[in-house]
Structures are given as structure tokens and as C-alpha cells.
């Protein structure tokens, strides 16, 4: 291989971060359906902190602000399913104690 295409010095993407990112925008895309955007917001916030945990072991590959966007995309449409599953019976509790 040529200078180009092998660059010295240059470390390798940790696969699993690139895994939590993908998986955390893919969760993304599905917020307004928490049956189908929460389970993939808690793979990708595992995930996220998995390859976080790895990258702390092994100084070699790098990622860390890859994982922890995954991380953060993942808790991000964990909060908002958890909001809108929760909407309904909060509003519930509401208009019953206006009554």
C-alpha cells in the first residue's frame, strides 16, 4: 500500500461506535413511534457506553465522540418515548383533578 491509502499514525474507528451511532440515528428517525424508537434508543445507549467502556481500554482505535453521540441519541428518543407513552395517563390525571 502507498503512503496515500495507509496513512501512518492514523487509528482505526472502533466498529461498535460507529454501531452505537448508526443505531442511535436510526432510533431517531423513529421517535414518534415508541414501540419501535425506545428499543432502539436502549441499544444504541448500551452500545454507546460498551464501546465507550472499550475505547478506554485500548488507546489503538479511537471513537469516543462517535459513541457518545450514539449515547446521547439513544437517551435523547429514550426520554421522548418514555414522554409519550407517559402523555396519555398524564393528561388523564389532569382532567381529573380539574373535575
Known sequence: MDAQTDPVGVRPVLGSAVGAL???????????????????GAVAVV????????????????????SLAGFLLGATVLA???????????LAALSALRA
Open 80 to 90: 421522548f418515548g418514555a414522554l409519550l407513552l407517559l402523555l396519555p395517563f398524564l
Open 22 to 40: 448508526v443505531v442511535g440515528l436510526a432510533a431517531l428517525c423513529f421517535v414518534a413511534l415508541p414501540l419501535i424508537g425506545a428499543p432502539l
Open 47 to 66: 452500545s454507546g457506553l460498551l464501546a465507550r467502556r472499550e475505547l478506554r481500554r485500548n488507546e489503538a482505535v479511537r471513537g469516543s465522540r462517535i
